[in-house]
């Protein structure tokens, strides 16, 4: 019995170096999401394929803009989950979107063409964004302010060491197999990560009662807050700088480099090592100097992504690409998250969350069409994705004006 009780020692000790010193509800929530978070990861790793997917059915750039486009739907409708919070409790709401949207990508494995895929995507990504609010609202009930951004980093890092393990399997298993036998099983697997989020304690309840919500109210208290609608502006620029090349790299990856779903499942892997120390990087950055500098790195690391896909010749110029969207991507989700807690008022937080989704929802679902547009008007494929990284860096003097502020 020495043995397990040292190993259990170590791993609390561990733990606390990772977390720092919790309470013992918030080091049980914790747990329980980071084995969420494992469980996630695979049906993550998964939908990262699908523009890929949808290419090799042979949909277009444009169609892949509308893929990127419809992503967004959730976003865009993000304010309809206050009014959903005033019958249900976050939790639960967070928890039944998550399973039915997860759900539909077993469903996508009967998909016979392009627009079937489109369609159940939409509700996949619908329903997996729109409860956006009510997660960011549990997340500042369950978890400290002064620890959240390294919790959430160890939590994410869970996601993202299954993500570094299921990325090439996930590409080989789609050369292999199919998407007809990869995509239910990366659904249950999602479904069963929102099953164990049930098990959260939630412990406290903000203020700011979604009960006596109004959308008029939101909006004036929004707008008042000068900081909050600087730093979205910055949030805008840069969505359309990054998605307006992101509808054009299946088509180098695929068309113009060849590259197979094994192949890119090995520079997924890069990916997700950078990913995941992104979460340690970014974690501890947002605790020692703020979320908007961790946005201000990440707006940065952006470019290289683009400019990778703009001059690349062979597969491995991709490295440098894949290496900057891990950490874009680990940056994105817990600095975005944090700077919107920061920058609002403690008792609105989930009208700040809602109009931050909301913001990012719009640009998503219009961005995409840009860097396709332009291709349609004759400008080079280059010019485009360079034109794309000077927008991420012009976003960055926005992000830096609102830290400031």
Same mark, same amino acid.
């Given at each position: 019995?020495?043995f397990?009780?040292?190993?259990?020692?170590?791993?609390?000790?561990f733990?606390?170096?990772?977390?720092?010193p919790?309470?013992?509800?918030?080091?049980?929530? !914790?747990r329980?999401?980071?084995?969420s978070?494992v469980?996630?990861?695979v049906f993550?790793?998964?939908?990262?394929?699908?523009?890929?997917?949808?290419?090799? !059915?042979?949909?277009?750039?444009?169609?892949?803009?509308?893929?990127?486009?419809?992503?967004?739907?959730g976003?865009?409708?993000?304010?309809?989950?206050?009014?959903i919070?005033?019958?249900?409790?976050p939790k639960?709401?967070?928890?039944t979107?998550? *399973?039915?949207?997860?759900?539909a990508?077993a469903?996508?494995?009967f998909?016979?063409?392009t627009?079937s895929?489109l369609?159940?995507?939409?509700?996949?990504?619908l329903?997996?964004i729109?409860?956006?609010? +009510?997660y960011?609202?549990i997340?500042? /009930?369950?978890?400290?302010? &002064?620890?959240r951004?390294?919790?959430?980093?160890?939590?994410?890092?869970? !996601?993202?060491?299954?993500i570094l393990?299921?990325?090439?399997?996930?590409g080989?298993?789609?050369?292999?197999?199919?998407?007809?036998a990869?995509?239910?099983?990366? /659904?249950?697997?999602?479904?069963?990560?929102?099953?164990?989020?049930l098990?959260m304690?939630?412990?406290?309840?903000?203020?700011?009662?979604s009960?006596?919500y109004?959308s008029?109210?939101?909006?004036?208290?929004?707008?008042?807050?000068?900081?909050?609608?600087t730093y979205?502006?910055?949030?805008?620029l840069?969505?359309? %700088?990054?998605?307006?090349?992101?509808?054009?790299?299946p088509?180098?990856?695929i068309?113009r480099l %060849?590259?197979?779903? *094994?192949?890119?499942g090995l520079?997924?892997?890069?990916q997700?090592?950078?990913?995941?120390? @992104?979460?340690f990087?970014?974690?501890?950055?947002?605790?020692?100097?703020g979320?908007?500098?961790?946005?201000?790195?990440?707006?940065?690391?952006?470019?290289i992504?683009?400019?990778?896909?703009a001059?690349?010749?062979?597969?491995?110029m991709?490295?440098?690409?894949?290496?900057?969207i891990?950490?874009v991507?680990?940056g994105g989700?817990? @600095?975005?998250? *944090?700077?919107?807690?920061?920058?609002?008022?403690?008792?609105?937080?989930?009208e700040?969350?809602?109009?931050q989704?909301t913001?990012?929802?719009?640009r998503?679902?219009? +961005?995409?069409?840009? @860097?396709?547009?332009?291709?349609g008007?004759g400008v080079?494929?280059a010019?485009?994705?360079?034109c794309?990284?000077?927008m991420?860096l012009a +976003?960055?003097l926005l &992000?830096?004006?609102?830290?400031r502020?």
């Amino acid at each position: 019995m020495a043995f397990p009780v040292q190993l259990a020692s170590s791993l609390r000790r561990f733990e606390t170096q990772l977390a720092g010193p919790l309470e013992d509800d918030v080091r049980r929530n !914790m747990r329980v999401e980071i084995i969420s978070a494992v469980a996630y990861g695979v049906f993550m790793a998964t939908i990262l394929f699908v523009p890929a997917v949808l290419t090799r !059915m042979g949909g277009t750039p444009a169609l892949v803009s509308i893929y990127v486009s419809l992503s967004y739907t959730g976003h865009i409708l993000s304010s309809v989950s206050l009014l959903i919070m005033r019958q249900v409790s976050p939790k639960t709401f967070a928890v039944t979107g998550w *399973t039915l949207g997860r759900a539909a990508l077993a469903v996508m494995a009967f998909a016979t063409g392009t627009t079937s895929l489109l369609a159940l995507a939409m509700v996949l990504w619908l329903l997996e964004i729109l409860p956006g609010p +009510a997660y960011t609202r549990i997340l500042q /009930s369950i978890y400290p302010l &002064a620890h959240r951004g390294k919790i959430m980093a160890l939590v994410r890092f869970g !996601m993202a060491l299954t993500i570094l393990v299921a990325t090439p399997l996930i590409g080989l298993g789609l050369d292999q197999l199919g998407y007809q036998a990869v995509f239910p099983i990366a /659904s249950a697997l999602g479904v069963a990560s929102a099953l164990v989020f049930l098990k959260m304690r939630i412990v406290s309840n903000p203020g700011g009662a979604s009960a006596g919500y109004s959308s008029l109210d939101a909006l004036r208290r929004v707008m008042r807050n000068r900081r909050f609608l600087t730093y979205q502006l910055g949030v805008v620029l840069f969505g359309f %700088g990054a998605l307006a090349a992101n509808p054009l790299y299946p088509d180098v990856q695929i068309n113009r480099l %060849g590259l197979s779903y *094994t192949d890119l499942g090995l520079l997924g892997l890069a990916q997700s090592v950078s990913w995941l120390i @992104g979460y340690f990087l970014w974690g501890r950055i947002i605790d020692r100097y703020g979320a908007l500098r961790c946005v201000m790195f990440t707006f940065v690391i952006q470019a290289i992504a683009p400019l990778s896909y703009a001059f690349a010749t062979a597969g491995w110029m991709l490295l440098p690409a894949f290496i900057a969207i891990g950490l874009v991507g680990a940056g994105g989700d817990i @600095g975005f998250m *944090t700077a919107c807690l920061e920058l609002s008022e403690p008792e609105h937080t989930q009208e700040y969350a809602a109009t931050q989704s909301t913001v990012i929802g719009l640009r998503g679902f219009i +961005a995409p069409f840009l @860097g396709v547009g332009l291709l349609g008007l004759g400008v080079p494929q280059a010019v485009v994705l360079v034109c794309s990284a000077g927008m991420v860096l012009a +976003a960055t003097l926005l &992000a830096d004006r609102a830290r400031r502020m």
